[in-house]
């Protein structure tokens, strides 16, 4: 499973089409392709509510709104420079990988962005 279907995973419900779509298939299943994501009709999750509910409950303070890093840890994700520079490589990031506080950024705001092409309800100030 990659990174980002990870994230998708720890955030909406396991029945959502992004989730779905992006779930290894079952050991028997047949050669019919999946529905694609775009053919489903996406319900909408609220990000932030999501979110900002797991932040409660988490024993460190995290900054999640802005940090790749925190919002990863928040996810129990592994949040190593490794981790995110694969994570940058499947989301096409083109600049330089040893730049880790750009490609930070960047991956922050690619992260929300396809979150809510996704489905997810994502305030403009986290884009």
Same mark, same amino acid.
């Given at each position: 499973? +990659?990174? !980002? +279907? +990870?994230?998708?995973? @720890?955030? !909406?419900?396991?029945s #959502?089409?992004?989730?779905?779509? $992006?779930?290894?298939?079952?050991?028997?299943?047949?050669?019919?392709?999946a529905?694609?994501p775009? &053919?489903?009709? %996406?319900?909408?999750v609220?990000?932030?509510?999501? %979110? *900002?509910?797991?932040a409660?409950? #988490?024993?460190? @303070?995290?900054?999640?709104?802005?940090?790749?890093?925190?919002?990863?840890?928040l996810?129990?994700?592994?949040?190593?420079?490794?981790?995110?520079? $694969?994570?940058?490589?499947?989301? #096409?990031? &083109? *600049?330089?990988?040893?730049?880790?506080?750009?490609?930070?950024?960047? %991956?922050?705001?690619?992260?929300?962005a396809?979150?809510?092409?996704? *489905?997810? @309800?994502?305030?403009?100030?986290?884009?």
């Open positions: 499973m +990659s990174i !980002f +279907s +990870s994230i998708l995973a @720890k955030i !909406f419900p396991s #959502h089409p992004a989730v779905v779509a $992006t779930a290894p298939p079952p050991a028997t299943a047949s050669a019919t392709p529905v694609a775009a &053919a489903a009709v %996406l319900s909408e609220d990000v932030e509510k999501i %979110l *900002g509910e797991r409660a409950g #988490h024993a460190e @303070k995290l900054n999640w709104r802005t940090s790749i890093v925190d919002l990863m840890k996810l129990d994700l592994d949040s190593s420079l490794a981790a995110r520079k $694969t994570l940058a490589a499947e989301l #096409h990031y &083109a *600049g330089d990988t040893s730049d880790s506080a750009t490609m930070n950024i960047w %991956l922050q705001k690619q992260v929300m396809k979150l809510a092409a996704n *489905g997810g @309800k994502v305030p403009a100030d986290l884009m």
